[in-house]
């Protein structure tokens, strides 16, 4: 067995800096008070001994464990194939890391995960949840409610519980929607299509409804459901080839959506953009510049989505950190921001 050194004490930073425990442990803990010099003197000495702080203890000082709850309302083998979680987790990532906290990733397959995860919640072991990729009859908005912790929601809430201070981040959706097709009417185009993503998730519902601003005399027959995801977009091209043979354009609620209907359409030796155009959502890199033709899209910042969910939950941390939270929102926060969203053209429209 190998013999390790013993881990520095707040009275060996004490001594080192010349200074009283108790300013050492207010330093270290992010009190005020402390004059600046004698703060200096104790980083000093913390750097010199490689002194970390006892979380354990420290969260008796603070009542903060520095830990997040990133909840994501879908099964791990959807989050780990769509860049749109990966760029969303990234933002996350890199805003909870600059301030020192840990990113706990929870996902929900099914039920007996949801109450894990409400369990887990209500258990103390974080300050505050990041949920996100709701649908409209997933229970985590009560669960959340019920572990009282504050949570910040990516995407606009589909629920009315009657309740005020619902914190939440999301894009544009409808908005760009309306933009994108405009975009493909304004080509001369007439058949204009749509392939929804999933209706019980209000991006998907927004985008439809964007749609329908600018389309409102559509066929029904012009609108196909997908799931937001690419082989959703090849069944959803067929259906509206199979009943629209004459249509000219497509708008596809997500990049992975168009995607696949780019594959029916070239499949169906359909030229992009001479025979249909082709527009998508979202804009993610690795998806929207390689698909054949590159992809005109809607841009939504989708890491800065991640990063503002983040720094609204952790700002509301620090207002509530002299008092504990009694419901999952902090009193006084904004209802919701909404991000803008732009038209990127490129090839396929």
């Known amino acids: 067995m190998t013999d390790t050194a013993p ?24 009190a005020h008070g402390v004059r600046d010099a004698l703060a200096d003197r104790v980083r000093r000495a913390v750097e010199e001994l490689g002194y970390v702080p006892n ?27 769509d860049p749109y979680f990966a760029q969303q987790l990234r933002g996350i990532s890199k805003e909870l890391t600059a301030h020192d906290n ?6 929900t397959e099914g039920r007996e995960d949801h109450a894990r995860v409400g369990r887990y919640l209500a258990g103390g072991h974080v300050d505050g949840a990041l949920v996100f990729s709701l649908h409209l009859d997933d229970p985590l908005p009560g669960l959340v409610r019920g572990a009282g912790v ?3 929601f990516g995407g606009r809430p589909g629920w009315d519980d009657g309740r005020d201070g619902v914190v939440y981040v999301d894009s544009d959706n409808r908005g760009g929607a309306r933009a994108a097709v405009r975009h493909l009417a304004g080509l001369g185009r007439t058949r204009i299509a749509h392939i929804t993503g999933p209706l019980d998730q209000t991006s998907a519902a927004d985008r439809l409804a964007g749609f329908r601003d600018v389309r409102a005399d559509a066929d029904a027959g012009l609108v196909a459901r997908g799931d937001f995801t690419s082989g959703g977009g090849e069944r959803a091209m067929r259906e509206l080839l199979d009943r629209n043979p004459d249509l000219d354009a497509v708008f596809a609620a997500n990049d992975l959506t168009a995607a696949g209907a780019l594959r029916v359409l070239r499949e169906r030796g359909r030229r992009v953009p001479d025979d249909v155009a082709v527009v998508g959502f979202d804009d993610m890199l690795p998806v929207a510049e390689e698909t054949d033709p590159p992809l005109t899209t809607v841009r939504q910042d989708i890491e800065g989505l991640g990063r503002l969910m983040a720094r609204l939950l952790l700002r509301g941390l620090d207002r509530d950190t002299a008092a504990e ?17 732009t038209l990127v053209r490129r090839a396929s429209a």
């Open 325 to 341: 939270p009694t419901d999952g929102a902090s009193a006084g926060a904004p209802s919701g921001v909404i991000l803008p969203t």
């Open 150 to 152: 504050p949570t910040v």
């Open 7 to 30: 881990r520095p004490t707040l009275e060996a930073v004490a001594e080192r800096a010349g200074v009283s425990r108790a300013t050492v442990s207010r330093v270290v803990n992010g």
């Open 102 to 107: 840990q990113l706990v990733l929870l996902l």
């Open 55 to 81: 979380q354990a203890a420290r969260s008796l000082v603070t009542r903060r464990h520095d830990a997040v709850a990133v909840v994501a309302a879908e099964p791990e083998t959807r989050v780990f194939a």
